[in-house]
């Protein structure tokens, strides 16, 4: 919708991408990766739900907490930039909260 030849885009490009194709490869890496990690899991051995290592229950813990991490820090910039409106602008141009 906004990412058409003249226009620049929301933000400054980051290694010469900005954030539409960041987003993309973003997602296509993590498909390949799943994709990847569910071709090497082998089907042989299956998990025993009592015997998970501790470090797998760190893992678990680390990615839950970034889980958390990133949808607390969305809704806090969706605030910063919506502020106490009902309906947010089209196409933001500031922090509503601020302005």
Same mark, same amino acid.
């Given at each position: 919708?906004?990412? !058409? ?21 973003? +997602?296509?890496?993590?498909? !390949? ?28 813990? !680390?990615?839950?907490? !970034?889980?958390?991490? +990133? ?8 605030? +910063? ?19």
């Amino acid at each position: 919708m906004h990412i !058409v030849p003249p226009d620049p885009g929301y933000a400054g490009a980051l290694f010469g991408l900005h954030l539409y194709t960041w987003a993309l490869i973003t +997602f296509l890496a993590s498909a !390949v990766a799943a994709g990847a990690a569910l071709f090497l899991t082998p089907r042989s051995e299956p998990l025993d739900a009592g015997l998970t290592s501790p470090a797998l229950r760190r893992a678990s813990a !680390v990615t839950s907490a !970034v889980l958390l991490a +990133f949808a607390g820090s969305n809704l806090l910039a969706c605030f +910063f930039l919506q502020g106490f409106a009902w309906q947010m602008p089209g196409d933001p141009t500031g922090y509503a909260l601020f302005g």
